[in-house]
């Protein structure tokens, strides 16, 4: 099975929640910028339920500082694990050219504002709903959305965790498709998602 591994900015983002990834398979780094003395203890209790956690405090100042060290606990990872996934979580969009890229190496990568979107969702009853949650999905990524249709049917399983099967992700592009939301040609895929 494929490690979850996170990396949250904590400078970024003061995660609260990390305890929706109690009882998965996730392993934690939290990125603590120079000033980050202190942490809540409830971030510390929620983070011994965790599978692993780590605390990585960065010793230095300087803009970007946390988003370089991230960026380097990934490509080290990414080196040695290129069947794992690689979640940042943060609200900084500077990490989606990071992301393209890794995405572009065939490497599993994203980048989530909360922790609570890595939690598996299920799928819905309704194909409605099901679709209105990729919708959802791929307005977030904004210039990160898949451009190929099987980098597309990827992402959409992975919406779900992978609990779809390829024949259920190409239905839904089909419908996709249907009601106007992308353009395939070919391959290739664009989108008209009415941003």
Not at 5 to 25: G, P, T
Not at 141 to 160: D, E, K, Q, Y
Request: avoid cysteine; aromatic fraction near 6%; proline fraction near 4%.
């Amino acid at each position: 099975m494929a490690t979850n591994h996170v990396f949250v900015d904590y400078e970024n983002v003061r995660a609260s929640n990390l305890d929706l990834l109690a009882d998965r398979q996730f392993k934690v780094a939290i990125f603590l910028g120079a000033n980050d003395a202190k942490i809540p203890v409830d971030l510390v209790l929620q983070g011994q339920k965790l599978h692993a956690v780590e605390y990585i405090q960065i010793s230095g100042n300087g803009p970007n500082a946390v988003d370089f060290h991230i960026a380097f606990y990934i490509g080290r990872l990414s080196a040695a694990e290129q069947n794992s996934y690689f979640h940042v979580v943060s609200k900084d969009k500077g990490f989606d050219p990071l992301i393209k890229h890794l995405r572009s190496l065939k490497l599993r990568a994203s980048r989530v504002n909360d922790v609570s979107e890595l939690v598996r969702r299920p799928v819905p009853a309704r194909d409605k709903d099901t679709l209105n949650e990729i919708l959802k999905d791929l307005s977030r990524r904004g210039p990160a959305r898949p451009r190929r249709r099987r980098t597309l049917a990827n992402t959409i399983r992975s919406v779900f965790q992978e609990t779809l099967d390829e024949e259920k992700a190409q239905s839904l592009i089909r419908r996709l498709q249907e009601e106007g939301h992308i353009v395939i040609d070919g391959e290739k895929v664009s989108y008209k998602l009415g941003e």
